[in-house]
């Protein structure tokens, strides 16, 4: 970039310090949800002074975390304030970051993107502006949105951003047709190095959702056992109440939901049975918004991330392909367009989509 007046210094150093913010917002994946991803970096004189980021929902704001590393207060007076996304300004589990700006008379502050959630959407900046605040927006824009994607999509359509993901065969297939007297297992068509990659994307996402004949012919764990991380909520679509007593999902410690046509009482503690009238996918989606489940990583089987597809309900779908052939089995879901990247794992290669039907 050609720097010619101080003017284009300014814009170029908004560059910088903006991407800052976005590299600490990214620290937050899989832990702040369903609070967005937030950095913070303070700038007195061309130089950082301060930098902080959102942990965790409930714990301290980026800003709050930023301010607090700055060492002498009084400089605040004279410095701007990154942040890629509008600081709140509602009383929520920790009191609002406009006033924590206002308390302490940061001058200017640049933001990137708008805060979608209605407790805000706009007044974090109203407050900074009426404070005599100079207020920049738009700073890194695009990219500040496609961080925070899964929290804009959750406040703007009401409902979790939805992450499809699958492994299919050269000759698309997902798996062998199973006999009714096999024991459940699973059969792996991605390679280890794919597999450890999906607990990674496990580890990102509040939660995971299969249907209960995958949970019945695979006898998944769907944690993130491979790679240090949380494990996301399981959602199980089990609407007759056919999952074994005996799989991973109803014996085990972790938290699962099984949504329901009735009520089963046989579920307790960290399994809840959750009973959707109508038992539909809308109802599904209804429950996920109500308990700010901001996003959900769909792996199968075929009917249940078809029936995503055919409904136009997803945002991303990953796919492994191997270098593997079956002949016959169960058809690998149907996506009906171009993947806008392909990557080479090993043996494997991986697709990645978007659904350009259904942008922000």
């Known amino acids: 970039m050609q720097i010619n007046t101080q003017e284009d210094l300014n814009n170029n150093l908004d560059l910088i310090y903006m991407e800052r913010c976005l590299q600490l917002a990214r620290k937050g994946l899989g832990t702040t949800s369903p609070n967005p991803m937030v950095g913070c970096v303070i700038v007195y004189n061309q130089k950082i002074i301060g930098e902080g980021w959102h942990h965790k929902a409930g714990e301290a704001h980026a800003e709050v975390n930023a301010i607090h590393e700055v060492l002498d207060k009084s400089l605040l007076k004279k410095s701007t304030l990154y942040v890629n996304l509008e600081p709140c300004s509602h009383y929520g589990k920790t009191p609002p970051c406009s006033n924590l700006i206002v308390k302490y008379k940061i001058p200017n502050v640049v933001v990137a993107t708008l805060d979608p959630n209605p407790k805000v959407s706009g007044r974090g900046i109203d407050v900074l502006k009426a404070s005599g605040c100079n207020v ?190 079956l002949i016959n089995g169960i058809k690998a879901p149907q996506l009906m367009r171009e993947p806008y990247k392909k990557i080479q794992i090993r043996d494997n290669v991986l697709s990645l989509y978007q659904n350009q039907k259904d942008e922000l």
């Open 136 to 325: 920049t927006l738009g700073v890194l824009e695009k990219e500040a949105i496609e961080l925070n994607r899964r929290f804009i999509t959750f406040h703007q359509k009401k409902r979790p951003y939805i992450i499809l993901k699958w492994a299919q065969t050269k000759d698309k297939f997902i798996a062998p047709q199973n006999s009714k007297n096999t024991i459940p297992k699973v059969f792996w068509i991605s390679n280890l190095k794919s597999q450890q990659l999906a607990h990674k994307w496990r580890s990102e996402e509040a939660s995971i959702l299969v249907g209960v004949n995958t949970v019945i012919a695979d006898n998944p764990q769907l944690t993130t056992r491979n790679w240090k991380g949380k494990h996301p909520v399981r959602l199980i679509l089990d609407p007759n109440n056919k999952t074994p007593k005996d799989t991973f999902v109803f014996s085990d410690i972790y938290p699962t939901l099984f949504f329901t046509k009735e009520y089963d009482n046989h579920k307790s503690g960290t399994k809840k049975n959750i009973v959707l009238s109508p038992y539909t996918i809308d109802s599904l989606m209804k429950y996920c918004w109500e308990k700010e489940y901001t996003s959900i990583l769909v792996e199968g089987g075929q009917k249940t991330i078809q029936n995503f597809i055919n409904n136009n309900l997803w945002d991303e779908a990953r796919v492994f392909t191997s270098s593997l052939f």
